[in-house]
C-alpha cells in the first residue's frame, strides 16, 4: 500500500505568522494534491502537482502557495495565516493505472489552527 | 461549477442490515466517480471506483452508477460496527485530475 506521510500532525499557528506543510510520499507518484476538509464542505482542492518543479492552482488557492522541489515532497505554504484557514488538511498522491482511471493514495490529515 | 452532495447527513443501521448511501451531481459529463471511507481521525480509504452506467462491486461494497440521473449510490452489505465512519463521494471527469468531494455522510453501525 502506498505510503503519504503528512507533517506536522497538529499546528498551531499565530495569525499573520507563516506556516508550512509538508507531504512526502515514497511511491514515485507524478500527482500530488492538497486539501482542506471543513464540516459541511467535503474536502476542497487547493493546490496540485504534476511532478517536480510543477504546481497548479485548485479551487480555492487564494491564501495557499505550493511547492514541489522534488518528486517526493509537496509543500503547502500559509504566508500571512487567517483564522479561516483553520481547518483538517490533506495531502494525496496519485497513480494512473490506465489512461482513464487514478488512484489517490492520503496522508492522515493536518489539524491547522489558527488564533 | 461541479456540484456534488450527499444524502442522508448521517445514518444509523443495526449490523448486518443494509446501508445506502447517495451521492447527487450536477455535471453529466462526469465519468469518474469514487467512493472514500474515513475513520475518524484518520486518512482516505478508497472502497470502490466506477467508470459506466450499472453496478461495480468491491467486497461488501458496491456501487450504482445512473448518470442520466446524475446519482451514484453505494450500498454496504452486512455491515459491522468497524465500517463505522464518514463516507466519501468523488467525482472528476476522466483524464481530469480534479476530484469534487461530496460533503459526506456519517454512518453508525450497531451490534
Known amino acids: 500500500e502506498a505510503a503519504v506521510t503528512q507533517s506536522p500532525r497538529n499546528k498551531v499557528a499565530v495569525t499573520g505568522g507563516k506556516v508550512t506543510l509538508s507531504c512526502n510520499q515514497t511511491?514515485?507518484?507524478?500527482?500530488m494534491y492538497w486539501y482542506r476538509q471543513d464540516t459541511g464542505h467535503g474536502l476542497r482542492l487547493i493546490h496540485y502537482s504534476y511532478g517536480a518543479g510543477s504546481t497548479e492552482k485548485g479551487d480555492i488557492p487564494d491564501g495557499y502557495k505550493a511547492s514541489r522541489p522534488s518528486q517526493e515532497n509537496f509543500s503547502l505554504i500559509l504566508e500571512l495565516a487567517t483564522p479561516s484557514q483553520t481547518s483538517v488538511y490533506f495531502c494525496?498522491?496519485?497513480?494512473?493505472?490506465?489512461?482513464?482511471?487514478?488512484?489517490?493514495?492520503f496522508g492522515h490529515g493536518t489539524k491547522l489552527s489558527v488564533l | 461549477q461541479q456540484k456534488v452532495q450527499q444524502s442522508p447527513e448521517s445514518l444509523t443501521v443495526s449490523e448486518g442490515a443494509m446501508a445506502s448511501l447517495n451521492c447527487t451531481f450536477s455535471d453529466g459529463t462526469s465519468d469518474n466517480f469514487r467512493w472514500y471511507r474515513q475513520h475518524s481521525g484518520k486518512g482516505l480509504e478508497m472502497l470502490v471506483s466506477?467508470?459506466?452506467?450499472g453496478e461495480k462491486e468491491e467486497g461488501r461494497f458496491t456501487a450504482h452508477l445512473n448518470r442520466a440521473s446524475l446519482h451514484v449510490s453505494l450500498h454496504i452489505r452486512e455491515p459491522q460496527p468497524s465500517d463505522s465512519a464518514v463516507y466519501l463521494c468523488?467525482?472528476?471527469?476522466?483524464?481530469?485530475?480534479?476530484?469534487?468531494f461530496g460533503a459526506g455522510t456519517r454512518l453508525k453501525v450497531i451490534a
Open positions: 494525496a498522491s496519485g497513480v494512473i493505472r490506465d489512461i482513464s482511471n487514478e488512484r489517490l493514495f
Open positions: 466506477i467508470f459506466s452506467d
Open positions: 468523488a467525482v472528476s471527469m476522466k483524464g481530469n485530475y480534479k476530484y469534487v
Open positions: 511511491n514515485n507518484h507524478n500527482n
